[in-house]
């Protein structure tokens, strides 16, 4: 390529996805040849690329970079420190980060969700749950898909029929069922 930018490198290095070791690299030449300063995405890029390899030293190095470089830290880049804090072990830092931050999308209530659940913490899952609705965010199928796995893992069977319930309620309302039902399918 003749002449690279940082939407090169960084589709580049995404690209990378099945060879996370290759994109960290990229995006460690990107910085040391200086002539293309990252910006947010290539740089969640990256620590989603030290999440695969559960390289957290790594990725909160890139993390720091990106804050002493002035890079915008992005709600997206966010998300993508939490997670890979919680696939590391480091839940306690991702929960510090999830609740020091501000403007929680659906997508990072989503990342614990799914981290939890992944993790076998259904009490964890079902008291953040808790917390979601009571601060009014809006869900989707991948926070209710989420809760329902944790449930089936490790929840109560009351739990479980109570989440059942707000469920079925709600999913008519929001249109969300017939997705839910296809998606469970595939």
Do not use: Q
């Amino acid at each position: 390529m003749p002449e690279r930018n940082v939407v090169s490198w960084t589709s580049h290095g995404c690209a990378r996805g099945g060879d996370p070791l290759m994109a960290v690299n990229l995006f460690n030449l990107m910085v040391s040849e200086g002539r293309v300063a990252p910006n947010s995405i290539s740089v969640a890029c990256a620590i989603s690329a030290c999440a695969k390899l559960k390289d957290i030293d790594n990725g909160e190095r890139i993390f720091s970079y990106a804050v002493d470089s002035g890079i915008v830290i992005s709600s997206s880049l966010l998300n993508t420190l939490v997670h890979l804090h919680m696939k590391c072990g480091s839940v306690e830092i991702a929960e510090r980060i999830f609740c020091d931050c501000g403007d929680r999308s659906v997508v990072l209530w989503n990342t614990m969700l799914s981290n939890y659940s992944r993790g076998g913490m259904a009490r964890k899952v079902i008291k953040l749950f808790d917390d979601m609705l009571i601060a009014g965010a809006r869900h989707d199928k991948v926070t209710i898909l989420a809760v329902a796995s944790a449930l089936a893992e490790h929840g109560g069977a009351v739990v479980a029929l109570r989440f059942h319930g707000y469920v079925t309620e709600t999913a008519w309302m929001l249109g969300m069922m017939r997705s839910i039902r296809l998606s469970t399918c595939t």
